[in-house]
Every structure is written in structure tokens, then in C-alpha cells.
């Protein structure tokens, strides 16, 4: 083993942290580990479907109805822009319960000028990344340069609510260096998923661009750049980006380019001339990455570093060396596999001093997907707040139950018992209108209390579905926002962009999660299992996670925001005679606006904490307490 850096904290009740400005770090602490690490994976980078997948007729508005005819030589832009404006005079307007879901079946969409989602909450759903395609002209007016230009582009601020691309391609095509092909916010939840963008030429701006305030929390799944100066490019502190199954290829300048960002990539692919990774002044955690450096890459890094930096299972090749930091007075360069590296102090609080993270293993996020449409059911409420049918839809037979794109009503709580047979369940971006009047609030609760060992995935609705997980069997939550309810002996769940309230997980169960948005006043988590989280945001006052006896969580990334003022005995973190690690960023605006104990740690009866400036912006560049 061999160590870089000087004696990992050991701070006791009471003791505070100093604070540092952005970028810097009191050390840099490198651990390499000449073992395999047990639960390292090997990067695949973006695992894509090229198409055409098959849907049903009827399950979403398809964009030809506008009139565009994707045969990669008419103009398409006039038609897709009229799908998006339809029904949104008001683009500032509130339209969270009037979401907008358009299908593209297999073609080529030929554009020439920039398209602009009016609103929040709107979903672009295509047949596969090679069937499905947005393509920019050739030498498109305004594409030019220098001033940056978007293909897509999404509303700016933080009410740019579950904006969605999936499976699709986008192309631009040669002669357009100013293109940005996805100028992109999202709030809350929100995602790009199975989507290939590249540049024909290898000019333009960047793949995707998250720059504008404020993106996040936001996720970005199998996705794939080729080109640009760019790959992604992100900025902003606020509010977190989560990326996992990521390939880049044929950048400029860099794969990702991070300024002031917490992100949090997973499964990072990158072959390029250039840094895969720039982060400056950013807080960038990079988890199970190949990195390949092409021509002219020896004399320099594959990673450059001059913010907060985590890295784990993190390997190089062609590069002159796998890491530059300068983000401390010295800097630190670092060749070969890098099997953990913490920018910064790690802290423990109780003897042994342990400066690694928890390292869970980590599973997979289970997808199902049958085309074979005859597999597929419906559910058609005889009018609007009918539910009578729900549970005979469920009982089909069906291997995949869908709610054709639309708002739905449940005025009192509908309650159904999900079938062995049942094994997606998607909303296709519908909502679920709920009644505080109502029965339970309203809303549909799915009851879980199957022992089967075959995952069930809910995912797609953009509110109004409870999940009761009573049984051992696995269940997936995705792509939306939900409530999640379970009893002891419940099984093992995923989430993925997923917004939940108040949330508590069992002994016993397992818990995986990317993307997780929890906004809920007071206690957000609560775990006595095993929780694993990829990209975490919160806001409102209480307890962000509190790990009960016998309980493990790992947290990597990315941002608490407690938004106004906080008593003086507030607890960010609290753990019981439990395992934890912790990476995260925490934002503050005002005086006492932050925690005051960012862990309170109680091991064996004794409780020790870490405090901080309640007025000063905190990063925790890894607490560690097993």
C-alpha cells in the first residue's frame, strides 16, 4: 500500500473542520491499493439500443400528427416547434400538471434552428439511438459561431421540472462549430437517457451544455458523444448531476468540463486526445472509469483537477499520467490505476481511524422490456377519475401494463395487488391527480407482496403512484416522482431519478439508488439496511440520513440545501452503531443557514459529532465511520 499525505483527522465531540475556499484542500490523500479491490467493476461505458423498439398504437402523441415527415431531407424544425408551443401560451406558466409527451417514430428530422421546450415537464421519446433522429442542417444559419447555439433547449432557472430525452440520436451535421445539440436544465427529476449525439465533423460547441442556472438535480444514463469541443460541459453549484454509462470519444477540449458542480459520474468510458475529465473548481466524483489517450496524449493527464476530486477504480492508458491535481500547494500527479483518491481531509470521528470509503457492492439497476406488443395491456379508465379497472388490467396476463401518455385522477386512494405477472408497469409520463379531500390523499398504491424473485419496474409517471413493497420481491422505481411505503421483510430496491418524500428502508433489504431527490421537511431517510446512493439532493430542514444499528449507507455526491435557517443543535447526518461514508457538498445563503453538526456519530453509547459554521458553505470530501 502506499500513502501520500499526512494523518487522517481524527476529530472528537465538538471539534470543528476549518473551512476552506473552493479548490483548495488542507491535503491530498491518495490510497493505491496493488490488490483488486473486491467490488471494482470494469467500465463498459453507454450500453445503447439502436432500434426500433416497438410501442403500441396510441401510447404517446406521435410528432407526425404535426405534420413532420422525418425523411432527413424536409424541414422538420416549423413542425416540432409547433408540437412543443401546442397548448403552452404561457412559457413561464406552471405547467407540472400538464405535462407534454411527444413520440418520434423511426426517422430522420431534419432541423435549422434552435428548439425551444416551452415549460417544464416535457418528454421527447424516440424508437432507438440509430432509428429515432434529430439531425442540424449542414452550415445551418446562426450555427456558425462564436457565441454558442443549441439544437434542443430547455427553460432556464429552478422550475424546469422532469424535462426528458430518451432514445434517440442527434446529429449534427458538418459546417456548424457554434452547435450545442442539448442546451439542458432539469429540476428535481429528470433525465437524458439511451440517447447518441455526435458531430459529423467533429466541430461544435458541446454534446450536452448544463451551464445555465441551475441544473440539477438531473441524471444522465447510456448516453454517448462523439465530436465536439465538449462532451459535456457543466456548471453552476446548484443542484447536483448524476452520470452513469458514459462513452466520449473525439473531443477537443474535454470529455466532461466542470466548473463549480457537484457531479457524480459512474461507468465513464472516454477515448480521446484530450483530458477526459477538467474539473476547475468543481466537485467531481468519478467512480469506475477506463480512460484511453490517443495521439499526443503523453504529455498530458487523462484527469485535470484543480477543484474537490474523489476517485475510485479509476485506470489509464496512452495518457501521460492518469491525474493532475493542483488543487493544493503542491501538486500531486499520479500514473497507473488509481484505486481510491480523495482530494482533501477524510474524517473519522471514532478509533480505528479509517480513511477509505465503505465501498458497497454495487448492483446493477434492472431493466425489462418486452416487444412483443401482444405482451402489452392498457389501462383505459371508462372516464376521467375511473379506476374500476385497474386491477382486472393487472390480472391480464400482461407482462407490461402501460397508462397511454395522459392525466389520470384518482380522487380517493386506489389500491391493486401487483401480479407475478406483471413485470414493468410505465406511465409513458402520464400523472395521477390526488385529492387531499380523498381517501389516503387519493392517488394509486401498487401493493408489492409477491415473493418472486423477478424485479418489478414502475417508472414514467410524473406524479401520483404510491408503492406499498410488502414482499421479498425486488421492485425498481424510475423516472419520476413517488411515494414509497414498505414493511419489514419488503425486498431489495433500485431508484433511478426518482423523487421521494419521506422514506425509511428495512434490515435486510438493499437499497441502490442514482438520482435521488428528497425535499421532505425533517427526517428525509431513514436506514437500517443497506443503502447505496449515487447522487443525493435535499432541501428543507431535518435530518438528511439517519443509519440506524446494524445499518450501512454510503453516500457519493452530491448537494444539501437546507434553505433557511436552522436551530443550533441541526443534524445533517446521524448514525447509530452503524457503517457509513459520506461525500457531499452542502449550499448556504444566509446566516445559520446550514447544519450545525454535519455527523453525529454514537458508537458503543458514546456519541461524538463534527460541527461547522452554520454561515458558511461545507464540503465533505469523505467521512468515514465503521
Same mark, same amino acid.
Given at each position: 500500500m502506499?500513502?501520500?499525505?499526512?494523518?487522517?483527522?481524527?476529530?472528537?465531540?465538538?471539534?470543528?473542520?476549518?473551512?476552506?475556499?473552493?479548490?483548495?484542500?488542507?491535503?491530498?490523500?491518495?490510497?493505491?491499493?496493488?490488490?483488486?479491490?473486491?467490488f471494482?467493476?470494469?467500465?463498459?461505458?453507454?450500453?445503447?439500443t439502436?432500434?426500433?423498439?416497438?410501442?403500441?398504437?396510441?401510447?404517446?402523441?406521435?410528432?407526425?400528427?404535426?405534420?413532420?415527415?422525418?425523411?432527413?431531407?424536409?424541414?422538420?424544425?416549423?413542425?416540432?416547434?409547433?408540437?412543443?408551443n401546442?397548448?403552452?401560451?404561457?412559457?413561464?406558466?406552471?405547467?407540472?400538471?400538464?405535462?407534454?409527451?411527444i413520440?418520434?417514430p423511426?426517422?430522420?428530422?431534419?432541423?435549422?434552428?434552435t428548439?425551444?421546450?416551452?415549460?417544464?415537464?416535457?418528454?421527447?421519446?424516440?424508437?432507438?439511438t440509430?432509428?429515432?433522429?434529430?439531425?442540424?442542417a449542414?452550415?445551418?444559419?446562426?450555427?456558425?459561431?462564436?457565441?454558442?447555439?443549441p439544437?434542443?433547449?430547455?427553460?432556464a432557472?429552478?422550475?424546469?421540472?422532469?424535462?426528458?430525452?430518451w432514445?434517440?440520436?442527434?446529429?449534427?451535421?458538418?459546417?456548424?462549430?457554434?452547435?450545442?445539440?442539448?442546451d439542458w436544465?432539469?429540476?428535481?427529476?429528470?433525465?437524458?437517457?439511451d440517447?447518441?449525439?455526435?458531430?459529423?465533423?467533429?466541430?461544435?460547441v458541446?454534446?450536452i451544455?448544463?451551464?445555465?442556472?441551475?441544473?440539477?438535480?438531473?441524471?444522465?444514463k447510456?448516453?454517448?458523444i462523439i465530436?465536439?469541443?465538449?462532451?459535456?460541459e457543466?456548471?453552476?453549484?446548484?443542484?447536483?448531476?448524476?452520470?452513469?454509462?458514459?462513452?466520449?470519444?473525439?473531443?477537443?477540449?474535454?470529455?466532461?468540463?466542470?466548473?463549480?458542480?457537484t457531479?457524480?459520474?459512474?461507468?465513464?468510458?472516454?477515448?480521446?486526445?484530450?483530458?477526459?475529465?477538467?474539473?476547475?473548481g468543481?466537485f467531481?466524483?468519478?467512480?469506475?472509469?477506463?480512460?484511453?489517450?490517443?495521439?499526443?496524449?503523453?504529455?498530458?493527464?487523462?484527469?485535470?483537477?484543480?477543484?474537490?476530486l474523489?476517485?475510485?477504480n #479509476?485506470?489509464?492508458? @496512452? &495518457? %501521460?499520467?492518469?491525474?493532475?491535481?493542483t488543487?493544493?500547494?503542491?501538486? *500531486?500527479?499520479?500514473? +497507473?490505476?488509481?484505486?481510491?483518491?480523495?482530494?482533501?481531509?477524510?474524517?473519522s470521528?471514532?478509533?480505528p481511524?479509517?480513511?477509505?470509503?465503505?465501498?458497497?457492492?454495487?448492483?446493477?439497476?434492472?431493466a425489462?422490456?418486452?416487444?412483443v406488443l401482444?405482451?402489452?395491456?392498457?389501462?383505459?379508465?371508462?372516464?376521467?377519475?375511473?379506476?374500476?379497472?385497474?386491477?382486472?388490467?393487472?390480472?391480464?396476463?400482461?407482462?407490461?401494463?402501460?397508462?397511454?401518455f395522459?392525466a389520470y385522477l384518482?380522487?380517493?386512494?386506489?389500491?391493486?395487488?401487483?401480479p407475478?405477472?406483471?413485470?414493468?408497469?410505465?406511465?409513458?409520463?402520464?400523472?395521477?391527480?390526488?385529492?387531499?379531500?380523498?381517501?389516503?390523499?387519493?392517488?394509486?398504491?401498487?401493493?408489492?407482496?409477491?415473493?418472486?424473485?423477478?424485479?418489478?419496474? #414502475?417508472?414514467?409517471? @410524473? &406524479? %401520483?403512484?404510491?408503492?406499498?413493497h410488502?414482499?421479498?420481491?425486488?421492485? *425498481?422505481?424510475?423516472? +419520476?416522482?413517488?411515494?414509497?411505503?414498505?414493511?419489514?421483510?419488503?425486498?431489495?430496491?433500485?431508484?433511478?431519478?426518482?423523487?421521494?418524500?419521506?422514506?425509511?428502508?428495512?434490515?435486510?433489504?438493499?437499497?441502490w439508488?442514482?438520482?435521488?431527490?428528497?425535499?421532505?421537511?425533517?427526517?428525509?431517510?431513514?436506514?437500517?439496511?443497506?443503502?447505496?446512493?449515487?447522487g443525493?439532493?435535499?432541501?428543507?430542514?431535518?435530518?438528511?440520513?439517519?443509519?440506524?444499528?446494524?445499518?450501512?449507507?454510503e453516500?457519493?455526491?452530491?448537494?444539501i440545501?437546507?434553505v433557511?435557517?436552522?436551530?443550533?443543535?441541526?443534524?445533517?447526518?446521524?448514525d447509530?452503531?452503524?457503517?457509513?461514508?459520506?461525500?457531499y457538498?452542502?449550499?448556504?445563503?444566509?446566516?445559520?443557514?446550514?447544519?450545525?453538526?454535519?455527523v453525529?456519530?454514537?458508537?458503543d453509547?458514546?456519541?461524538?459529532?463534527?460541527?461547522?459554521?452554520?454561515?458558511?458553505?461545507?464540503?465533505?470530501?469523505?467521512?468515514?465511520?465503521?
Amino acid at each position: 500500500m502506499k500513502r501520500i499525505g499526512k494523518k487522517v483527522a481524527h476529530l472528537m465531540k465538538f471539534v470543528r473542520q476549518p473551512k476552506l475556499a473552493c479548490g483548495i484542500s488542507l491535503f491530498a490523500l491518495f490510497i493505491s491499493i496493488l490488490s483488486a479491490n473486491a467490488f471494482a467493476a470494469t467500465p463498459t461505458g453507454a450500453m445503447l439500443t439502436s432500434g426500433p423498439l416497438n410501442f403500441p398504437s396510441g401510447f404517446m402523441t406521435s410528432i407526425t400528427s404535426y405534420g413532420a415527415v422525418g425523411d432527413g431531407v424536409t424541414d422538420d424544425t416549423a413542425a416540432i416547434q409547433q408540437a412543443l408551443n401546442d397548448g403552452r401560451s404561457d412559457p413561464s406558466g406552471n405547467y407540472y400538471g400538464l405535462p407534454k409527451a411527444i413520440y418520434f417514430p423511426p426517422g430522420t428530422y431534419l432541423v435549422s434552428d434552435t428548439l425551444t421546450m416551452p415549460g417544464c415537464c416535457i418528454t421527447f421519446q424516440g424508437a432507438g439511438t440509430s432509428s429515432s433522429i434529430i439531425r442540424l442542417a449542414p452550415g445551418a444559419s446562426g450555427f456558425g459561431g462564436p457565441t454558442p447555439k443549441p439544437v434542443i433547449s430547455t427553460e432556464a432557472g429552478n422550475a424546469s421540472f422532469h424535462q426528458n430525452f430518451w432514445d434517440m440520436g442527434i446529429r449534427i451535421g458538418p459546417g456548424n462549430p457554434g452547435a450545442v445539440a442539448l442546451d439542458w436544465i432539469s429540476n428535481n427529476s429528470g433525465s437524458i437517457h439511451d440517447v447518441a449525439i455526435t458531430s459529423e465533423d467533429g466541430q461544435g460547441v458541446a454534446g450536452i451544455a448544463m451551464i445555465r442556472h441551475y441544473p440539477g438535480p438531473v441524471m444522465l444514463k447510456n448516453v454517448s458523444i462523439i465530436g465536439f469541443q465538449m462532451g459535456i460541459e457543466t456548471a453552476a453549484y446548484e443542484y447536483g448531476i448524476t452520470i452513469e454509462g458514459i462513452t466520449l470519444s473525439g473531443q477537443s477540449v474535454a470529455g466532461i468540463y466542470n466548473q463549480q458542480q457537484t457531479i457524480s459520474v459512474r461507468n465513464l468510458k472516454c477515448s480521446d486526445r484530450v483530458p477526459a475529465v477538467v474539473n476547475s473548481g468543481g466537485f467531481a466524483l468519478i467512480l469506475d472509469a477506463t480512460l484511453i489517450g490517443g495521439a499526443g496524449t503523453k504529455s498530458t493527464q487523462g484527469i485535470q483537477s484543480s477543484g474537490n476530486l474523489y476517485l475510485r477504480n #479509476v485506470s489509464s492508458t @496512452g &495518457y %501521460g499520467a492518469t491525474l493532475q491535481d493542483t488543487s493544493g500547494t503542491t501538486p *500531486v500527479t499520479e500514473t +497507473g490505476t488509481i484505486a481510491e483518491y480523495v482530494e482533501g481531509t477524510p474524517v473519522s470521528l471514532a478509533s480505528p481511524l479509517r480513511s477509505s470509503s465503505l465501498n458497497l457492492p454495487i448492483q446493477e439497476t434492472p431493466a425489462y422490456s418486452d416487444q412483443v406488443l401482444s405482451h402489452w395491456a392498457a389501462f383505459t379508465p371508462i372516464n376521467y377519475g375511473d379506476t374500476s379497472t385497474l386491477q382486472a388490467t393487472l390480472n391480464s396476463g400482461a407482462t407490461t401494463v402501460y397508462f397511454p401518455f395522459e392525466a389520470y385522477l384518482s380522487y380517493n386512494e386506489t389500491v391493486v395487488t401487483v401480479p407475478d405477472t406483471v413485470k414493468r408497469i410505465v406511465g409513458f409520463s402520464s400523472v395521477v391527480n390526488t385529492s387531499t379531500a380523498g381517501t389516503n390523499g387519493g392517488g394509486i398504491r401498487f401493493v408489492v407482496n409477491s415473493t418472486s424473485t423477478t424485479p418489478l419496474v #414502475v417508472e414514467q409517471f @410524473g &406524479y %401520483g403512484i404510491k408503492i406499498d413493497h410488502r414482499g421479498p420481491r425486488p421492485v *425498481v422505481i424510475k423516472d +419520476g416522482r413517488y411515494t414509497y411505503i414498505n414493511s419489514p421483510g419488503a425486498g431489495n430496491v433500485f431508484l433511478e431519478d426518482a423523487e421521494l418524500a419521506q422514506t425509511s428502508f428495512h434490515a435486510g433489504q438493499s437499497v441502490w439508488a442514482r438520482q435521488l431527490d428528497d425535499e421532505f421537511s425533517g427526517t428525509k431517510i431513514t436506514n437500517s439496511g443497506t443503502l447505496w446512493i449515487l447522487g443525493l439532493k435535499t432541501e428543507q430542514p431535518g435530518i438528511v440520513i439517519n443509519t440506524n444499528t446494524g445499518g450501512q449507507t454510503e453516500l457519493l455526491g452530491n448537494l444539501i440545501y437546507p434553505v433557511q435557517t436552522l436551530p443550533a443543535n441541526s443534524i445533517a447526518f446521524q448514525d447509530t452503531n452503524a457503517k457509513v461514508s459520506y461525500i457531499y457538498s452542502e449550499s448556504v445563503y444566509c446566516a445559520d443557514c446550514g447544519y450545525a453538526i454535519q455527523v453525529s456519530e454514537t458508537q458503543d453509547g458514546i456519541n461524538r459529532q463534527l460541527t461547522s459554521s452554520q454561515s458558511v458553505r461545507y464540503l465533505m470530501h469523505l467521512f468515514v465511520g465503521y
